[in-house]
């Protein structure tokens, strides 16, 4: 999941790189799913997974194929889902002007802003360290203004409804016993 919200930390403050992960799938239809449980499943052509991992491996180094799949059920399963990740980086880009950083859990930070409300709570709070997220003094003074912003919220709130919330659990990866949305449910311990 971390390498997930890198990812979309990425996509929120880079078009082009959201742009070309998106258009990866353009073609991709939900199928299927053989499980009655679901109605969908994904299935993507192979070439389209490796475009898009070159373009991951490009901007931030190797990640799971678990957050690949992430992105998949994002950009592949639910259209709606691109003109609401545009709002959102369209406010994070307004609020960061030109801002961008070297660390990973920068752009981790955002992405987990973005998907989950309880943890944008939890940074307005100055308790994103309790979840593990060690900011330095800069990327955090970059990153307060846009989290603690209504508007970002907004979009964020519109776009965790609908693709992570609703969308996520009703198509894939859902058991009928134990629906989610990979809340931050708790903090770090270490």
Same mark, same amino acid.
């Given at each position: 999941?971390?390498?997930?919200? =890198?990812?979309?930390?990425?996509?929120?403050?880079? #078009?082009?790189?959201?742009?070309?992960?998106? #258009?990866?799938?353009?073609?991709?239809?939900?199928?299927?799913?053989?499980?009655?449980?679901?109605?969908? !499943?994904?299935?993507?052509?192979?070439?389209?997974?490796?475009?898009?991992?070159?373009?991951?491996?490009?901007?931030?180094?190797?990640?799971?194929?678990?957050?690949?799949?992430?992105?998949?059920?994002v950009s592949m399963l639910h259209p709606k889902s691109r003109p609401?990740?545009?709002?959102? !980086?369209?406010?994070?880009?307004?609020?960061?002007?030109?801002?961008?950083?070297?660390?990973? /859990?920068?752009?981790?930070?955002?992405?987990?802003?973005?998907?989950?409300?309880?943890?944008?709570?939890?940074?307005?709070? =100055?308790? =994103?360290?309790?979840?593990?997220?060690?900011?330095?003094?800069?990327?955090?003074?970059?990153?307060?203004?846009?989290? !603690? #912003?209504?508007?970002?919220? !907004?979009?964020?709130?519109?776009?965790?409804?609908?693709?992570?919330?609703?969308?996520?659990?009703?198509? /894939?990866?859902?058991?009928?016993? #134990?629906?989610?949305?990979?809340?931050? =449910?708790?903090?770090?311990?270490?």
């Amino acid at each position: 999941m971390i390498d997930f919200w =890198e990812i979309l930390g990425h996509a929120a403050t880079d #078009d082009a790189f959201r742009g070309q992960m998106y #258009d990866t799938f353009a073609q991709s239809k939900a199928a299927p799913n053989p499980d009655a449980a679901n109605a969908f !499943a994904c299935m993507f052509a192979n070439a389209d997974y490796n475009n898009a991992r070159g373009l991951v491996l490009a901007k931030m180094g190797p990640v799971s194929l678990m957050a690949l799949g992430e992105w998949f059920v994002v950009s592949m399963l639910h259209p709606k889902s691109r003109p609401l990740l545009d709002n959102v !980086a369209g406010a994070a880009q307004g609020l960061l002007n030109g801002y961008s950083s070297t660390d990973p /859990v920068f752009y981790r930070t955002l992405g987990a802003s973005i998907v989950d409300a309880g943890f944008r709570d939890q940074f307005n709070k =100055e308790n =994103e360290a309790a979840y593990g997220f060690h900011l330095s003094p800069a990327d955090r003074a970059a990153l307060s203004p846009v989290i !603690a #912003d209504g508007a970002y919220s !907004a979009q964020s709130g519109a776009f965790q409804s609908f693709v992570w919330d609703q969308a996520c659990k009703d198509m /894939v990866m859902q058991s009928q016993g #134990d629906p989610y949305a990979h809340a931050l =449910e708790a903090p770090f311990q270490q």
